[in-house]
Antibody
């Protein structure tokens, strides 16, 4: 059973750096084609893809946010970490991590999401 | 933010058929697969359709997907009250080298 769980601060101040951790279970990150991505959703708004890291450490970023994002994985800890610099109130959103399988071609298993509020 | 365009709302009575459109471009829908998600309030999105028209196990066959050119559609037949949710399309965009999501459609069961 594949599960993912996001953890991190619920409140950050403007200009600070956000660090979110996604803890994985039920699958191997060593399987060809497997990836873990981050997607966010501001309150009442649509989903926005942020970043994706593949089993081979290949990384993809949303071009509009690329300069602020870093995605890494720690296979020994079964974790994927997303950092976003220079946070702004418009970055207030629920942040999801999700598992991408080769079979489906997109994110099938999602974490419950973590609400991050940016406010001074 | 959204690259794919959907109507903001759709509605129908129980038993009816509802169709949701998703409009993209040659760099996403026109050149790759389309995916559909259902999101109930306060929950994570659930994958309904992958690779244009495939359903994961457990998704009722009332949900069907199709694609033509740079547009795609999700059809819900035999509408039920539990289908009331937001629906999002998604695709890989070769120019952006990443996933793009639709603007979302709220389906209301009257």
């Amino acid at each position: 059973q594949i599960t993912l769980k996001e953890s991190g601060p619920t409140l950050v101040k403007p200009t600070q750096t956000l660090t979110l951790t996604c803890t994985l279970s039920g699958f191997s990150f060593n399987t060809d084609g497997v990836g873990v991505g981050w997607i966010r959703q501001p309150p009442g708004e649509a989903l926005e893809w942020l970043a994706l890291i593949y089993w081979n450490n290949d990384k993809r970023y949303n071009p509009s946010l690329k300069s602020r994002l870093t995605i890494t994985k720690d296979t020994s800890k079964d974790q994927v970490v997303l950092t976003m610099t220079n946070m702004d109130p418009v970055d207030t959103a629920t942040y999801f991590c999700a598992h991408r399988s080769t079979v489906r071609g997109i994110f099938e298993y999602w974490g419950q999401g973590a609400l991050v509020t940016v406010s001074s | 933010h959204s690259v794919l365009t959907q109507p903001p709302s759709a509605s129908g009575t129980p038993g009816q058929r509802v169709t949701i459109s998703c409009s993209g471009s040659s760099s996403n829908i026109g050149s790759d697969f389309v995916y559909w998600y259902q999101q109930l309030p306060g929950t994570a999105p659930k994958l309904l359709i992958y690779r244009n028209d495939q359903r994961p196990s457990g998704v009722p066959d009332r949900f069907s997907g199709s694609k033509s050119g740079t547009s795609a559609s999700l059809a819900i037949s035999g509408l039920r009250s539990e289908d009331e949710a937001h629906y999002y399309c998604a695709a890989w965009d070769g120019t952006l080298s990443g996933y793009v999501f639709g603007t979302g459609t709220k389906v209301t069961v009257l």
